[in-house]
């Protein structure tokens, strides 16, 4: 967290670009960069919070607000109508927990220690839960492929709030289940390995603090988008898909590698998996009913994104359910991660 706080400087910068009308471009990028401390800031609060208020209430807030900076952004890109941009950016908040941030963790961790061990029955609980999410999300997907596009919102918005609602209670089942079983999944292990470096009070002011600036950087973001990848020749779903989630999952991705250096490799693992399980299961449907006061979205997503969000996590099984792992795979992980960026650059 040491040098996150000379990055905050890029929050009085992009703010004093916004009235001054600065290009789009240069205010897309200076956003990002002023994001990536304050979900930081954000993520060491609510652990901070964690420590004071216990493992269970921690494990909670680990669970509901991991990936808080996903959820703002997607709201303000759902109200300026963003809507590709919105589905772009939770698949590739997935792809990018899936593969990038347990690559990562798996290549810098088994290149120091050759082998990493872990808790195998947490792979058998994330496998279900990972594969249950991607059968919620791709069902919709299905009844879609004979009805025209243009149809597909109109129609489907009731079916989306229904197929949200139940996405949100498995979540939610999981959550008290996983409490009893498999704690360390939703961070009640992980709160209880950080001791606390600031009072409860100053915790939850600096939540709050960051929470705004998200908010207000947010904004700004998104209104950014649209002139930036008309200007730069950027494809909308290479940013939603790659630069977004990076820029909102990068200093809890620091987090994760940083583990697995320490041989921690169930907390690398707890981070990646447990925030792909977040957004799945949590923020898409969450996302989902908030768009109906706005502009509704559908939980319909792209056959291309439901694709390799299903090979990720079946990769990702495949990995976590052994027990064990090396740097080899974690390298086939980011292998997989630079082929799907590359072609979303490219192609798209």
């Keep these: 967290m040491k040098y996150l ?3 905050l400087l890029f929050v009085p910068l992009s703010i004093v670009g916004y009235f001054l009308h600065w290009s789009s471009s240069l205010m ?3 956003t990002c960069l002023s994001i990536i401390p304050l979900a930081g800031y954000l993520g060491e609060a609510t652990e901070e919070i964690a420590c004071h208020t216990g493992p269970k209430f921690g494990g909670f807030l680990n669970a509901t607000f991991g990936n808080a900076t996903e959820l703002i952004i997607g709201i ?8 590709d941009v919105v589905k772009a950016s939770l698949a590739g ?7 990038l941030v347990l690559g990562c963790s798996i290549l810098a961790g088994g290149l120091k220690h050759k082998e990493l061990k872990f808790n195998a029955s947490l792979g058998n609980f994330t496998a279900t839960m990972l594969l249950f999410s991607v059968v919620g999300l791709t069902i919709p997907a299905v009844f879609t492929f ?7 919102t109109s129609k489907y918005e009731s079916f989306s709030i229904i197929v949200g609602l139940i996405l949100l209670l498995m979540y939610v089942v999981g959550m008290v289940y996983s409490f009893k079983t498999q704690s360390d999944l939703y961070g009640v292990e992980h709160a209880e390995d950080i001791e606390p470096k600031r009072s409860l009070i ?4 600096i939540l ?3 929470t705004v600036f998200i908010a207000i950087e947010s904004e700004m973001l998104v209104s950014s988008i649209e002139p930036m990848t008309k200007s730069l020749g950027i494809p909308e779903m290479f940013v939603g898909l790659i630069l977004i989630p990076i820029v909102g999952n ?15 490799m169930d907390i690398a693992i707890e981070i990646s998996v447990g925030s792909c399980l977040q957004i799945s299961m949590f923020v898409v449907p969450l996302l989902v009913i908030v768009s109906t006061f706005f502009t509704p979205m559908s939980i319909v997503f792209k056959p291309i994104e439901l694709a390799i969000f299903g090979a990720s996590v079946l990769i990702a099984n495949q990995i976590v359910s052994s027990g064990k792992t090396n740097w080899l795979e974690g390298l086939k992980l980011l292998s997989v991660y630079l082929i799907a960026a590359v072609g979303f650059f490219i192609i798209n």
Excluded at 76 to 83: E, P, S
Excluded at 93 to 99: C, E, M, T
């Design 208 to 210: 709050a603090i960051a």
């Design 5 to 7: 706080k000379y990055m």
């Design 202 to 205: 100053s915790s939850i002011s």
């Design 250 to 264: 990068a200093a809890e991705h620091s987090t994760a590698v940083i583990m697995a250096l320490k041989n921690k």
């Design 93 to 99: 908040s997935v792809l990018g927990n899936i593969l």
């Design 146 to 152: 004979s009805m025209p596009e243009n149809e597909i």
């Design 76 to 83: 303000f890109a759902l109200k300026a109508g963003l809507i």
């Design 28 to 30: 897309f990028f200076m």
